[in-house]
């Protein structure tokens, strides 16, 4: 196979434009901004959810979303389809074909799945309040919530339909901003209605008005940006949703083997260990597998440029695809994961108090698995973006059964180390089996493709890891705030080192974005606090308020 064309890495002619690498990170960044939102929001919702339902009550509406949220998953790998299916459309030919997909097949299985969630819902709600121990009101209202959840499962299912179409366009941007907005409003108005004396019923209501307004956003914007995916209420084309059937249900399959071997460790930790050894493993995985998630979202950009070059015969601009995202995932994670593993005994004791060893190696391991998995991600999505869902189950289930396996067989040697030694393995023979399929796929050499990677990405690394391990060996950081400056530390000294050295023109004019981002944020800040603090000096000025000059 021919090695990858020395030009490809260094913007020549038969390379990407710099922009299409840029919009490569800047799509990372747009998918991971919507989690961390939402995790935000999630997080200051939850004391006026706590103090304005109660106990009994917050906990009916949490069961009701969980198993809304366990209805979700069953999709059939529908929305891979359909991203992968509007990505793909070049020719005329193809788009008709994909338009009939989405529009007459894929568009209205969601809304059917959405509507056979909501009876599901309604009915289980029945024998699960029953089983929740609910009394007083909460127990008199608990079908009504079911209902309810029901009801917005639908429009949550329709708002699903536009994000996938959204996603095969590339436009993540307005993906992100229509998820955004939807927890931002739902979360005001929650607030709103709890300051007002609402109950559990009115927040629900609530939640189904912001679900089908959002639902009907999303149309509205899909019909007015591709108005042949546009959604129409019509007879299901049954044939064309079995054509994607295979590749939906192979890849949904496929996630579920991914998650088993991320996330099936404290199951058998505790049949082998006891329960009680599920805890430091748990802690200790709980910080790497946040930054693996960041990865893997920016990593997923890359499915639907893949699946726009399947029908070119000129694999130049795939190479780029693979070559462009291992790039970026492998860059993105290092500062991540180094930083974290010398900074982990730390983290543990600003978070805990303590470090104990076994925790701390726990942790270790796991980052080590997150930045190994970075390497594989690319070619991951890449086959996967190509139609090869079988091979990607089939690699998937291998690994599963590998790190359970060695799991099961470590346990009694190592303790809860060696779950996380097991982690490291299979997921080590994961990346390597994605960027050999990869590269073959491209037609590379597996060893061109990672030297290309890593050109420039030695002196950033070394300087980073020098500088945080002298912070911590010097100053021994116990407290968070300690943490997040040594922290800072390490990734400035790497950000600033590549951007100096061994970066790339597109992830300089990256940088660049940022932090003209980062500038004009700041002066919004600047300006609303000068308005805020000239107006505070009237006020108290004049003892009453300000009035108008003449």
Known sequence: MPELDPSLSQGGEHAFAVSERVRLMRDGMFTNSGAIVSALVGLLLVPFMLRGLGPESYGLWLAALTLANIIAVVDFGLGWSVTREVAAAWGDESRTQSARFVRAAAGNFYAILGLVGAVLLGTLGAPLSQGLHLVGESKSIALSVFGLVGVAFVGEQ?????RAVFWGLRRFDVANLISVSGLVLRAVGIVVLLELGGGLLAVTIWQVAVAFVMASAALGILASTAPAFRFRVERVDWSAVRAQVSFGVMSQLATA???ISWEAAPLVIGLVLGSGAIVPYYI?????FAVGSTILRAGQVLLPAASQHQSSANLARTREVLEAGTRWMVALALPLCLVLWILAPSLLLAWL???????VLVLRLVTAAVLVDALGVGALHLVWGRGAARTILLVQVLVALATLTLTALLLPLL????AACALLVGVTLGSLAFVHLGSRECGVRELALLCATARGLLAPVALSLALTWSIVFFARPESWLGVAAAALAGWGAYAVSLYVGGARPE?????QEILTLAVAAARVVHRALRRARRRGVSVS????????RR
């Open 284 to 288: 200790g995985q709980k910080v790497p």
């Open 415 to 418: 303790g809860i180390a060696g």
């Open 353 to 359: 108090g303590e470090a104990p060893q076994d925790t």
């Open 507 to 511: 992830e300089r004019l990256f940088a």
């Open 257 to 259: 083997a991914a998650m």
């Open 541 to 548: 000025g004049n003892g009453a308020l300000p009035t108008r």
């Open 158 to 162: 329709v708002q699903a339909f536009a």
